[in-house]
């Protein structure tokens, strides 16, 4: 039986070494505070050239999806590909760490260098200062300051013409101009079908995990019988690259078909992250719980059972039937779910237990 190694057709060493150091001289060129990536970014081409093209057309573009599905990845690369088309550089603006929308503005200043005026507020220092340069800003992770964001971004965008936002967030900004771009899950392998090693490099996912699992054991091999399941657990997991790292993760410890078979229990296996990650991104659960109380209060209530728009609400769940379609519309919105194309007249949380397995409502929510 043939044995594969984990980098399928990985570039060699100083390949590797070759690309970073080009892309490391293309940022030192430019302004820029955008950080040098420790791992290999793995897939979404398309996604990459379309989000750029996109950007030309719209000077505000919002990522969106769930917690887990590679925004905050996914934009820093459109950033560092794009860090040469605008004058005054790419800059990104982390907020996942505040919980004041009045620092979103301070912050935005520390990470351009900028500095306060005397007589004038921070904001209006900040526009007097951007108003002549050309650059694009990264706001991170904006869910939980969303109306202040969406001020800011607003009040931005008003009166610096040089200015582009790429935004990143659970749901949108919601004001003019502004164009969402939804992040699809990696792309996945139907388990069900003939799977040999050489056909994982047909999945995103796949390739990511293959990526981070010989990272964690730099022995990995995977062989044409394990390769069914990791086409499983990347379908398992909904092609989502937070579950997938975390599953990576595990190859220290357990065969390929042994993570498969835990995920019964996803909960509880996927808690091995990165010491330096964001809190929500170490495990699993602690993903789930940042995106659940982030949720519209009745998307939560209904969040362990399907929506359906044609019918009443499942008992328990919305004692009035008549907002629902206003909810799911919200919801939509907000990247709280999605329209099941499977079932016409229904709709899922995207967070659905596919994935994250059903969470059950709390009281009060």
């Given at each position: 039986?043939?044995?594969?190694?984990?980098?399928?057709?990985?570039?060699?060493?100083?390949?590797?070494?070759?690309?970073?150091?080009?892309?490391?001289?293309?940022?030192?060129?430019?302004?820029?505070?955008?950080?040098?990536?420790?791992?290999?970014?793995?897939?979404?081409?398309?996604?990459?050239?379309?989000?750029?093209?996109?950007?030309?057309?719209?000077?505000?573009?919002?990522?969106?999806?769930?917690?887990?599905?590679?925004?905050?990845?996914?934009?820093?690369?459109?950033?560092?590909?794009?860090?040469?088309?605008?004058?005054?550089?790419?800059?990104?603006?982390?907020?996942?760490?505040?919980?004041?929308?009045?620092?979103?503005?301070?912050?935005?200043?520390?990470?351009?260098?900028?500095?306060?005026?005397?007589?004038?507020?921070?904001?209006?220092?900040?526009?007097?200062?951007?108003?002549?340069?050309?650059?694009?800003?990264?706001?991170?992770?904006?869910?939980?300051?969303?109306?202040?964001?969406?001020?800011?971004?607003?009040?931005?965008?008003?009166?610096?013409?040089?200015?582009?936002?790429?935004?990143?967030?659970?749901?949108?900004?919601?004001?003019?101009?502004?164009?969402?771009?939804?992040?699809?899950?990696?792309?996945?392998?139907?388990?069900?079908?003939?799977?040999?090693?050489?056909a994982l490099q047909t999945s995103e996912a796949a390739c990511l995990f293959l990526d981070r699992?010989?990272?964690?054991?730099?022995?990995?091999?995977?062989?044409?019988?394990?390769?069914?399941?990791?086409?499983?657990?990347?379908?398992?997991?909904?092609?989502?690259?937070?579950?997938?790292?975390?599953?990576?993760?595990?190859?220290?410890?357990?065969?390929?078909?042994?993570?498969?078979?835990?995920?019964?229990?996803?909960?509880?296996?996927?808690?091995?992250?990165?010491?330096?990650?964001?809190?929500?991104?170490?495990?699993?659960?602690?993903?789930?719980?940042?995106?659940?109380?982030?949720?519209?209060?009745?998307?939560?209530?209904?969040?362990?059972?399907?929506?359906?728009?044609?019918?009443?609400?499942?008992?328990?769940?919305?004692?009035?039937?008549?907002?629902?379609?206003?909810?799911?519309?919200?919801?939509?919105?907000?990247?709280?779910?999605?329209?099941?194309?499977?079932?016409?007249?229904?709709?899922?949380?995207?967070?659905?237990?596919?994935?994250?397995?059903?969470?059950?409502?709390?009281?009060?929510?």
């Amino acid at each position: 039986m043939a044995q594969v190694g984990a980098g399928l057709e990985r570039p060699s060493l100083s390949a590797d070494a070759t690309n970073t150091a080009s892309r490391w001289f293309t940022l030192a060129r430019y302004p820029n505070n955008l950080p040098l990536q420790l791992n290999r970014f793995i897939g979404r081409e398309r996604a990459i050239d379309e989000i750029k093209r996109t950007l030309w057309s719209t000077r505000l573009l919002t990522l969106t999806g769930p917690g887990g599905c590679g925004k905050t990845r996914l934009a820093l690369k459109v950033a560092e590909e794009l860090n040469d088309a605008f004058g005054d550089g790419v800059w990104l603006i982390e907020l996942a760490s505040l919980s004041d929308a009045t620092l979103i503005v301070r912050t935005m200043m520390t990470a351009l260098d900028m500095h306060e005026q005397t007589g004038r507020t921070p904001a209006e220092a900040l526009i007097e200062q951007l108003q002549p340069r050309e650059l694009l800003l990264v706001l991170d992770n904006c869910e939980h300051l969303i109306d202040g964001c969406a001020e800011l971004a607003m009040t931005l965008l008003q009166h610096c013409s040089g200015l582009r936002i790429l935004a990143t967030s659970r749901e949108v900004l919601n004001i003019a101009g502004e164009i969402a771009w939804p992040v699809p899950p990696l792309s996945t392998i139907d388990p069900q079908r003939s799977v040999d090693a050489a056909a994982l490099q047909t999945s995103e996912a796949a390739c990511l995990f293959l990526d981070r699992a010989t990272a964690a054991q730099a022995d990995f091999a995977v062989s044409d019988q394990a390769a069914t399941a990791i086409a499983q657990i990347c379908r398992r997991l909904d092609g989502m690259p937070l579950a997938f790292e975390l599953a990576a993760s595990r190859v220290k410890v357990l065969k390929t078909a042994e993570i498969a078979a835990r995920l019964d229990d996803r909960l509880n296996s996927l808690t091995a992250g990165s010491r330096t990650a964001l809190p929500r991104h170490q495990t699993l659960r602690a993903a789930i719980d940042w995106s659940y109380d982030l949720l519209n209060e009745a998307i939560a209530r209904g969040q362990a059972h399907p929506l359906i728009t044609g019918g009443a609400a499942p008992a328990g769940y919305l004692v009035d039937p008549a907002p629902w379609p206003d909810i799911i519309a919200d919801g939509i919105q907000r990247g709280e779910i999605a329209l099941d194309d499977a079932t016409p007249g229904h709709a899922l949380p995207v967070s659905a237990d596919s994935v994250f397995g059903a969470r059950q409502p709390v009281a009060g929510r």
